[in-house]
């Protein structure tokens, strides 16, 4: 009502999110995709999925984007002085993103979800129970910058979400996932971000609450080694704020 120009940035958008959930509420999809109706610019990021109807309809302007990831501010060697690691150990990060990994008090023993001489980054608020303590180090969310510590660490364990994603990919870090089902922004990280610029494996359900991790963990460090990703480009933070410039410039001119 204003004129002022609205401009999506984003790998997905959330009528495409919620249609594809069990039952979703037609009039809400509905209501997300007349409010996308307005966007006067969709800059889309890598690892996007439901974006094609937006260049299908024509309506809304589509520029892709390089990747939007966070890097690293400080070595993997300071990291991991701070989190007393060894230098030279070989670490699994096993991070949800802010999310628990459950309700309940988690165990983890080291002999079935560490690879031999390997040592445990665990993000969480919990209380966690891991044996050996000695093998693992707790950090609580927040009390780190997420990109330092995916930096500092071998292998990545978590669920599949942009920002997780394309720290990995920043930072040339394989990645273990658990599925969420119904959950349709995975499909466009997999096929469109993680397969062709990072290196991933799925760990299936089952194995991660059994705690069998260790397995997939040296498989996934060996997928990184004989079949490296492609190139991405890591300027998109740099590149959106240019087109925001320019647009507000533009919407700024004096007719």
């Not at 891991?130 to 693992?136: G, N, Q, V």
């Not at 500092?152 to 969420?180: F, I, N, Q």
Request: with cysteine.
């Amino acid at each position: 009502m204003a004129g002022v120009p609205s401009v999506l940035v984003s790998n997905f958008s959330f009528d495409t999110i919620l249609d594809a959930l069990d039952g979703p509420d037609p009039e809400v999809v509905a209501a997300f995709r007349n409010l996308y109706a307005h966007v006067s610019l969709l800059l889309k990021l890598p690892g996007n999925v439901g974006m094609d109807r937006w260049e299908r309809s024509g309506s809304t302007p589509v520029e892709p984007m390089p990747l939007v990831a966070r890097t690293c501010r400080r070595s993997r060697d300071d990291v991991r002085r701070e989190l007393h690691l060894p230098l030279d150990a070989k670490c699994l990060l096993i991070t949800f993103g802010g999310f628990q990994m459950a309700t309940d008090k988690v165990g983890i023993d080291a002999a079935t979800a560490l690879p031999d001489g390997w040592l445990g980054i665990v993000v969480s608020a919990q209380d966690l129970e891991c044996t050996p303590p000695d093998r693992f180090r707790i950090v609580p969310p927040n009390s780190l910058f997420m990109p330092d510590v995916i930096n500092a660490s071998d292998v990545v364990l978590g669920k599949l979400g942009y920002g997780t994603c394309s720290e990995a990919v920043a930072h040339g870090v394989p990645m273990l996932y658990v599925v969420r089902p119904h959950f349709i922004e995975e499909s466009g990280l997999l096929d469109r971000l993680m397969r062709p610029h990072g290196v991933c494996l799925e760990l299936a359900r089952a194995d991660f609450d059994a705690g069998r991790w260790a397995s997939s963990v040296l498989a996934v460090r060996d997928l990184a080694r004989s079949q490296p990703p492609l190139p991405i480009a890591l300027d998109g933070a740099e590149r959106v704020a240019q087109r925001l410039v320019a647009l507000a410039q533009d919407t700024l001119a004096p007719a």
